[in-house]
């Protein structure tokens, strides 16, 4: 099983920061088989980008995905006030999904 | 759209099964490049992934190894659901259960697998 690795914890940033969010794998990952997903308290999770790189449906810009290997990045290039969230990362492997154990984006 | 909705009950004894529904609209549960996954959440696990059926020409079904033994997950053409059965649970089988959708996407040659769709989620508690 491939083990994601996410860091910092926590992130406090204030509105109009960039945020850099880490997710560090075990071991090599497909990148058209990663992907990050943002959840808000009391809701499901949310794609936000699939295959490293590639913004899902209707997300906006100011969020972009990189990475390949075991490290990948997601940055959130102006921070608006919706976007205080938990970020996951995932990825699919060995016939199975696994998932980073998230970051916390919080107004500083 | 492709919507998916959660059923079933959110208080289960211990030993005893665990039953969720989840109703597809927006797309055929026997559409052969989408897999049917079930995932929990909880914060000592945080977020688990249980398994998936999917149609590739015939019904297959994925588990988690750690669950393999204890977890059942299988379509309802009729109904376009699927439901997933867990036995002898335990308090710790207490979370968040989620059904989502993953999908086979080819771009531009390269193939991508991604979980894009989920259900909203069914707090199912395991307690005498």
């Known amino acids: 099983e491939i083990v994601l690795t996410q860091s910092p914890g926590t992130l406090s940033l204030s509105p109009g920061e960039r945020a850099t969010l880490s997710c560090r794998a075990s071991q090599s990952v497909t990148s058209q088989f990663f992907a990050w997903h943002q959840q808000k308290p009391g809701q499901a999770p949310r794609l936000l980008i699939y295959g490293a790189s590639k913004r899902a449906t209707g997300v906006p810009d100011r969020f972009s995905g990189s990475g390949s290997g075991t490290d990948f990045t997601l940055t959130i290039s102006r921070l608006e006030p919706e976007d205080y969230a938990v970020y996951y990362c995932?990825?699919?492997?060995?016939?199975?999904?696994?998932f980073g154990q998230g970051t916390r984006v919080e107004i500083k | 759209q492709v919507q998916l909705h959660q059923s079933g009950p959110r208080l289960v004894k211990p030993s005893q099964t665990l039953s969720l529904a989840c109703a597809v609209s927006?797309?055929?549960?026997?559409?052969?490049?989408?897999?049917w996954n079930w995932i929990r959440q909880s914060p000592s696990r945080g977020l688990e992934w249980l398994g998936r059926t999917y149609y590739r020409s015939r019904w297959d079904s994925d588990y988690l190894p750690s669950v393999k033994g204890r977890i059942t997950i299988s379509p309802d053409t009729s109904k376009n659901q699927f439901s997933l059965q867990l036995n002898s649970v335990t308090p710790e089988d207490t979370a968040v259960y989620y059904c989502?959708?993953?999908?086979?996407?080819?771009?531009?040659?390269?193939?991508?697998?991604?979980?894009?769709?989920w259900g909203n989620g069914t707090t199912v508690t395991v307690s005498s």
């Open positions: 995932q990825q699919y492997g060995h016939s199975l999904w696994t």
């Open positions: 927006g797309d055929d549960i026997s559409n052969d490049v989408v897999a």
């Open positions: 989502a959708r993953a999908m086979n996407k080819k771009v531009q040659g390269q193939f991508y697998y991604y979980i894009d769709v």
